[in-house]
């Protein structure tokens, strides 16, 4: 898309995922070969903080990255919200679809629970990497947010950051 297309378009008209504030470009799916930094928020309070919850949570990052054939660089889950970074790959299955399919489920498996609805925000906030940054710099930029919060002294001590990249 060109730079003058891009300032054309009305902010109203711009797509987002859900009903949420995060603008996506026009006509972008976000399915191609891109690495992208998601963030999705808790609905409310600190739900990742039960270790069941951070566990079932986890396992699902990594299940429907390989059912969606995601590649998946890494993850950290926080008590309050989930940084992942992936790419589509050649997969053709848009980010919007992974996480509706990766939200959807969670938040059915954490009502199964006792969970009360909603689990997630409706939106999530996405960063696609660009030149210049690489899969390893955003991905210790992850694993480092437990150490940023105090919750840590080293990104590894944290049991809900897996990283599958050399940092």
């Known amino acids: 898309m060109s730079d003058k297309s ?5 902010l109203r008209d711009l797509a ?5 504030r995060a603008v996506r470009l026009d006509n972008c799916d976000y399915g191609g070969d891109i690495d992208i ?4 928020r808790a609905h409310t ?15 699902n990052v990594e299940f429907y990255c390989q059912k969606l054939d995601y590649r ?7 008590p ?11 997969s053709g299955v848009s980010v919007a679809k992974w996480l509706d399919s ?24 996405d960063h696609v990497c660009r030149l210049g940054e690489t899969v390893q710099r955003v991905m210790y930029y992850i ?3 437990p150490c940023r919060a105090g919750l840590v002294k080293r990104w590894d001590e944290w049991p809900w950051t897996k990283v599958f990249v050399e940092l």
């Open 45 to 59: 309070g600190c739900p990742f903080a039960a270790e069941d919850i951070a566990r079932m949570v986890c396992d």
């Open 16 to 20: 987002t995922y859900g009903r949420g």
């Open 37 to 40: 930094h998601v963030t999705v």
């Open 80 to 90: 309050d919200h989930l940084h992942v970074l992936l790419s589509p790959g050649d």
């Open 102 to 125: 990766f939200k959807s489920y969670t938040t059915n498996r954490f009502m199964k629970g006792g969970g009360q609805p909603p689990l997630w925000q409706r939106s999530a906030h």
């Open 143 to 145: 694993a480092d947010d």
């Open 72 to 78: 998946l660089y890494g993850y950290c889950l926080m």
């Open 6 to 10: 891009r300032s054309s378009t009305p």
